[in-house]
């Protein structure tokens, strides 16, 4: 079976950069797309990006879009996430996402196969 491992996670003051990596073991990695959530303490798993497996078109929550870029490297199994100009509101536990099935981009739902997670703290 397939597994996903988040990493990059960290804390940083407010309008620093951070850069998630998240990497597939266990088996062949085959997906439709990529995704990122993030859930902070008492909140619902919130979608973040995602991305397609075959051209990488990408879709961005508006709270991110111009803040945040995904990108994935479909040869090592990876996918990433480059977070700028980060906010305090950015905290949470950030979880990595594939889809191995035509489903709708942005619901949690529609995700297979998750990551544990990596904690993402923003001070102010």
């Known amino acids: 079976q397939v597994q996903l491992v988040e990493s990059g996670g960290g804390l940083v003051q407010a309008g620093g950069s951070l850069r998630l990596s998240c990497t597939a073991s266990g088996g062949t990695f085959s997906s439709i797309r990529m995704g990122w959530f993030r859930q902070a303490p008492g909140k619902e798993r919130e979608f973040v990006a995602t991305?397609?497996?075959?051209?990488?078109?990408?879709y961005y929550a508006d709270s991110v879009k111009g803040r945040f870029t995904i990108s994935r490297d479909n040869a090592e199994n990876m996918v990433y996430l480059q977070m700028s100009s980060l906010k305090p509101e950015d905290t949470a536990v950030y979880y990595c996402?594939?889809?191995?099935?035509?489903?709708?981009?942005?619901?949690?739902?529609?995700?297979?196969?998750w990551g544990p997670g990596t904690q993402v703290t923003v001070s102010p």
């Open positions: 996402a594939a889809q191995i099935h035509t489903g709708a981009v942005m619901l949690a739902e529609e995700y297979d196969y």
């Open positions: 991305s397609s497996r075959l051209r990488g078109s990408t």
